[in-house]
């Protein structure tokens, strides 16, 4: 499907002190415990493969395939990605905006998350690295991919939550055959006996010694928003952030676009979103700081609740230099954000989308947002796993008889006395 198996990768390099290292099964430097980034040999991509070519290739995320990290075809998620960008009038209208565009992960192949992304990677380069056994700790998405993709790809499969995920996640998890371990503890704390059991189990935890491929299969969420524009970047993007990765690597995919030509230069504007309840990031960035003061989550936003976010000082700094902000919303933002975009264009998004969508509202209103420029907001997963979110919140409706009477008068107001 892909034709061939020329890759351009050329090392990992830490993103702090810029240290080097082979492409291994390793996620933090040795040196300074910073993050490890996959580099590409951009010189060789930009004389070999002209943006024409990517045309007639199929329309998923492996469309960009020089521009990750595997050396072989891709093990699972062949599927997986380009999914819509949508123009958004009537959220627009709403918002008092001019060109609003959904780019709806909300559809994503095959368990309605932009983390479909991140696995697909994930998956390939824990099989070329000769892994069996995989595992991840997970807010919920991350979790229901990784089981879904593991089961079609043969792996061993552990994964760890905190124990009081919603049950949509929790099903959809398990349907897969997956070990599932809840853990009494939030989310940093299940990250951390990860971490201890990377270092005893020669398993690939895929958002633990495999992060750093894990995370490129993001920026396939960015390229694909600047080719579905023609080929253009906006001029603001609205992303929610949980561990801050996702953000961090929109910007290294628009990065790596100018680089290669694909695109005019451009700079757009970052605008990072959270759950007030959990926005270890965006109270750095509203203080002007990168350095993150962790948090106990305490929100209805469980996907985005990582009170020590991984990528968090790196998220908040790209937002800063972008010359965006970053805000969040409370959880009852949070449902009239789900609702609004529901109402206005038909799209049930998660808690997430419902953070994405408040917090634009906010920035417009704040004026931090200029409404006559394109902006893009991240859809990042599907409100039919957080119905609990906002079920209760749309009325009960009492049962009529079935009669048209019963009808005309408890819907249309209409008196059955009036007609006679
Ligand atoms: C994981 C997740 C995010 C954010 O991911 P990070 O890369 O950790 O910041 C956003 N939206 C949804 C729905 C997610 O599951
Ligand atoms: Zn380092």
Known sequence: MCGGTVNYISHLKCRQCARTYEIEPIAACEECWAPLEVI??????????PRESLESRARTMWRYRELLPLDQEPWVGRSTGFTPLLPAPRLAKALGAREIYLKNDAVNYPTLSFKDRVVAVALGKAREFGFDTVGCSSTGNLANSLAAQAAAGGFKTFIFVPADLEPEKLVNTRIYGATLIKVRGNYDQVNRLCSEISQKYSWGIINVNLRSYYSEGSKTFGYEIAEQLGWRLPQNIVVPMAGGSLITKIHKAFGELQKLGWVESAATKFFGAQ????????TAVKQKTCEITPQKPNTVVKSLAIGNPADG???????????????????????DGI????????????TAGGVTVAV???????????????????????????????????GASEAIRPRLADFEEQYLNVHAAASV
């Open 339 to 350: 609702r609004l975009l529901a109402e206005t264009e038909g799209l049930f998004a998660e």
């Open 313 to 335: 000082f790196y998220a908040a700094k790209l937002i800063l230099e972008s010359g965006g902000a970053g805000e969040d919303v409370s959880d009852a933002e949070v449902v």
């Open 275 to 282: 759950a007030t309840g959990c926005s270890p990031i965006t």
């Open 360 to 394: 634009a509202r906010k920035l417009l209103r704040l004026g931090r947002l200029n409404p006559a420029e394109s902006i893009v907001l991240a859809i990042t997963g599907n409100g039919l796993k957080t119905v609990g979110a906002v079920s209760g919140e749309l």
């Open 40 to 49: 590409y040999d951009y010189d060789r991509i930009r004389s070999e493969v």
